[in-house]
Each structure stands twice: as structure tokens, then as C-alpha cells.
């Protein structure tokens, strides 16, 4: 069993940035690919970005490449989603989730263990 904790959402303003921590307690975290998702008011749970176990592959959805980061430490068992030049329409809970093979996938289907997210609030 993999125990996922979210940290450090609020409320910012746009152009600010944040960085998301997700806590992994439980197995070894090098074999578990790691993603981040969000599902905002009335809306699809969508993709946001996946690393794979060894952390040397990276997938951001295309709406936020080039603002988005995704980076994990193994040593902390901890994943980190560095948000910058934030967006209203980022505005979302975003779950933390581990897939229980090190590949790394957009498809929120494959993954194994989710936390219990974290809300991010973008005011304009």
C-alpha cells in the first residue's frame, strides 16, 4: 500500500507561483511512476503531468508546458509540481496519484493510489 499527502495549495494571484509536494509513505518510490491531476467545478478530471520511477522522463499536458514543472526526490519520497505563471483557468483540486510500475502515464485509469488533493485557487 502507497499513502499519498498533498501540500501547499491557496489562493494566489495570477502571474504568482506555487509548488505542490506530494508525500509518498509505504513501498519503494523509485517503482512508482508518479502523476499529477486536477479536477476543477463541473469539469473532467484532467492530466496535468507524470514522471516516471527514475525521474529521468517527464509529460506535461500541453496546456501547461513551459509554465509547469514536475521533479521528484527520492530520498523524501516526495513529488513536486512547481506551478508558475498561474492562470485562472488553473484553478482546480489537484491530486497527487502512484502507479504501481515505474512507466509514466497521462491516463488517470493506470494509476493505483491517489491522495486526497489539494485545492489551487487562481483569482485574475
Known amino acids: 500500500q502507497v499513502q499519498l499527502v498533498e501540500s501547499g495549495g491557496g489562493l494566489v494571484q495570477a502571474g504568482d507561483s506555487l509548488r505542490l509536494s506530494c508525500a509518498a509513505s509505504?513501498?519503494?518510490?523509485?517503482?512508482?511512476?508518479m502523476g499529477w491531476f486536477r479536477q476543477a467545478p463541473g469539469k473532467e478530471r484532467e492530466f496535468v503531468a507524470t514522471?516516471?520511477?527514475?525521474?529521468?522522463?517527464?509529460y506535461l499536458a500541453d496546456s501547461v508546458k513551459g509554465r509547469f514543472t514536475i521533479s521528484r526526490d527520492s530520498a523524501k519520497n516526495t513529488v513536486y509540481l512547481q506551478m508558475n505563471s498561474l492562470k485562472p483557468e488553473d484553478t482546480a483540486v489537484y491530486y497527487c496519484?502512484?502507479?504501481?510500475?515505474?512507466?509514466?502515464?497521462?491516463?488517470?485509469?493506470?494509476?493505483?493510489?491517489w491522495g486526497q488533493g489539494t485545492q489551487v485557487t487562481v483569482s485574475s
Open positions: 496519484a502512484a502507479r504501481a510500475i515505474p512507466f509514466y502515464s497521462e491516463n488517470y485509469y493506470l494509476y493505483d493510489y
Open positions: 509505504g513501498r519503494t518510490f523509485s517503482n512508482y511512476a
Open positions: 514522471i516516471s520511477g527514475s525521474g529521468g522522463s517527464t
